[in-house]
């Protein structure tokens, strides 16, 4: 997801859930959407502490959301990232 914490996320679906306004749902959609899609991401030098966020299977961007197939990299990342995607998915099935 782009640089942002998770819960972010997941607060757009709750406002959406709150509001009923769309815009809320649609802009969570567009946060999953972008997963894994080629950008200008922030590189960090190589020796640093951060460079760690280079790796994109560490921040779950090495594909695109519905082509992983299996859970890797950072385990927090990606619990947070699941649990939007789970809370994302069953809003817009009711």
């Known amino acids: 997801m782009p640089r942002a914490t998770r819960r972010f996320y997941i607060g757009l679906v709750k406002l959406y859930r ?9 802009l969570a959609q567009f946060f999953l959407d972008v997963r894994g899609r080629p950008g200008n991401y922030v590189r960090h030098p190589q020796g640093s502490r951060f460079e760690v966020y280079n790796d994109s ?18 385990a927090v990342r990606g619990g947070y990232m699941y649990t939007v995607t789970w809370a994302h998915c069953r809003t817009i099935r009711n």
């Open 57 to 74: 299977v560490y921040l779950q961007m090495h594909k695109p959301l519905v082509e992983q197939t299996e859970a890797v990299g950072h």
């Open 18 to 26: 709150l509001t009923g306004d769309r815009r809320w749902l649609e």
